[in-house]
């Protein structure tokens, strides 16, 4: 069975560009998270989709970032215009059930960089 | 608010010898609590769980638990530490999302 995917795995834009993060979850999984982590401190979390419903956005730093999952299948977190403090690993994880039921898969994150 | 601490940042043993990672918790109410490991390169994956039931938790790879209520806490141990025990672990807590600690690097010498 395929993994939590993400892409791209790494990507180093300058201030100021727009970059669109992609995450495919397990097939089947209705609960998708996204999460971040700026270098040494906690994985922070970002939003929660249940199938394409936000059930909760209460991380979300600001409103330059966005966060789709049409269709309920795979999501995109896009960041425009990117600032120097966006940087940092995004993770992306799946559930088939809600907390109590399963628990969270994760992809192996994709490494943004502003310059 | 809910928040997770994980108290050692960087640990450093030798092959054999005992472990034990603290991590504490604030809630209030049911709280689901989680250990994830990262190896190099590769994926946060669960270690072990705790919903509710014998406060002592077993995972994998010979990992156990202990839920203290009245001390708020969810510290990780393993007897034994092996080289390959060598990674990034995460407590994390919450009842509809997680919410995670910043994580202890554990490097075990040969």
């Known amino acids: 069975e395929a993994g939590v995917t993400q892409f791209p795995s790494h990507s180093v834009i300058e201030k100021g560009q727009t970059v669109t993060l992609r995450c495919d979850p397990i097939s089947g999984h209705d609960n998708l998270y996204w999460y971040r982590r700026v270098m040494g401190k906690e994985i922070k979390f970002l939003l929660h989709f249940v199938k394409e419903s936000k059930q909760d956005e209460s991380g979300m730093p600001n409103n330059r970032f966005l966060a789709e999952r049409t269709g309920g299948t795979y999501s995109t977190l896009k960041v425009q215009p990117a600032e120097l403090e966006d940087s940092g690993v995004y993770f992306c994880a799946s559930s088939q059930g809600g907390l109590r039921t399963g628990e969270l898969f994760f992809g192996e994150g994709s490494r943004l960089t502003v310059l | 608010a809910q928040s997770v601490s994980q108290h050692n940042h960087h640990v450093i043993l030798s092959e054999a010898a005992s472990l034990e990672l603290g991590c504490n918790y604030s809630?209030?109410?049911?709280?689901?609590l989680f250990w994830y490991v990262q190896y190099p390169g590769q994926h946060l994956q669960l270690l072990l769980k705790?919903?509710?039931?014998?406060?002592l938790v077993k995972g994998i790879k010979g990992f156990e638990a202990e839920f203290i209520k009245s001390k708020f806490s969810f510290n990780l141990r393993k007897p034994s530490v092996q080289w390959s025990d060598t990674a990034e672990y995460f407590c994390?807590?919450?009842?509809?999302?997680?919410?995670f600690g910043t994580g202890t690097k554990l490097q075990v010498i040969p």
């Open positions: 994390g807590g919450g009842y509809q999302k997680v919410t």
């Open positions: 705790y919903f509710s039931g014998d406060p």
């Open positions: 809630y209030g109410g049911t709280v689901n």
